[in-house]
């Protein structure tokens, strides 16, 4: 019996101890559980912490309108399809940038052919001046003459709308006036010319042409006289475009013949 009680208790205390050593066990297992856990989870923290410090959001932009401009600037970019009226100044400027102007080779001709007129004018004989003008298809009376601002007139079988159209092929403005005027008479629609005599004949032929300002230039010509003497001159000059053309609007060549015949306005 003795034994018996023996071997029960030393089974007994083998159970206990055994049981005893598995709970260390565990303990120690869940106790390494833990820790791997907390491990794990503070790498994590490590990892998310520099991602979250790189991502930082980005600050609001705050607009500001330091003045009345800058308001005004939004509104025309909101709105591009209008369009800012350029100033009066703007649009003169941009009409003279523009505007073509004659070639210096236009102004020679336009020069020399006003120049030709001017002293043809006043050297030739108006009876073969006229006929010279028209092709011969015209007749002068020297006999039937009017006197105004005593200036002897004589009577032509032109329309004086005719010769006005001669001349405005090379004239206008004051220019033309001044021509019409130095030499002929409207008389209720009809020409009269100038019942004098001519002068010595000249050519001028243009030397060179420089802009002075506008439309006004400064002529450098040079006078062959019928004796064959040539004499270097220069006078200045204005231009008017036409629907035509280039037009000598005005021009400070005025011989002296042509003022001795008087400067009259009809």
């Not at 108006?126 to 003008?133: A, M, Q, S, W």
């Not at 005599?197 to 000249?202: F, Q």
């Not at 006078?223 to 037009?247: L, Q």
Request: charged share 25%.
């Amino acid at each position: 019996m003795k034994s018996k009680k023996v071997i029960v208790l030393l089974l007994t205390a083998s159970m206990i101890l055994s049981f005893a050593g598995c709970a260390r066990q565990a303990e120690s297992d869940t106790q390494n559980e833990n820790s791997t856990q907390e491990e794990q989870a503070e790498e994590s923290q490590e990892t998310q912490q520099p991602v979250e410090n790189q991502i930082e959001p980005n600050p609001p932009v705050i607009e500001q309108n330091t003045d009345s401009g800058s308001s005004e600037q939004q509104e025309k970019s909101q709105n591009p399809s209008e369009k800012e009226e350029p100033t009066n100044e703007e649009e003169f400027t941009e009409e003279e940038s523009t505007e073509e102007e004659p070639t210096e080779e236009e102004l020679m001709e336009l020069f020399d052919k006003a120049m030709y007129e001017i002293n043809n004018l006043a050297t030739t004989e108006i009876d073969y001046l006229l006929r010279e003008i028209f092709d011969g298809d015209i007749e002068c009376d020297y006999s039937n003459q009017v006197i105004i601002d005593d200036i002897p007139y004589q009577w032509t079988s032109r329309q004086y709308s005719e010769l006005v159209d001669y001349y405005s092929q090379t004239f206008t403005g004051e220019a033309l006036d001044w021509i019409l005027t130095s030499s002929f008479a409207d008389v209720d629609g009809v020409l009269y010319g100038f019942a004098g005599g001519g002068a010595s004949g000249l050519v001028s032929k243009a030397v060179s042409i420089e802009k002075v300002e506008g439309n006004t230039y400064q002529a450098t010509y040079e006078n062959t006289y019928v004796s064959g003497s040539t004499e270097e001159c220069s006078t200045t000059f204005s231009i008017e475009k036409t629907d035509a053309g280039y037009r000598v609007s005005d021009i400070a060549h005025h011989p002296y013949f042509l003022e001795q015949r008087g400067h009259r306005t009809n």
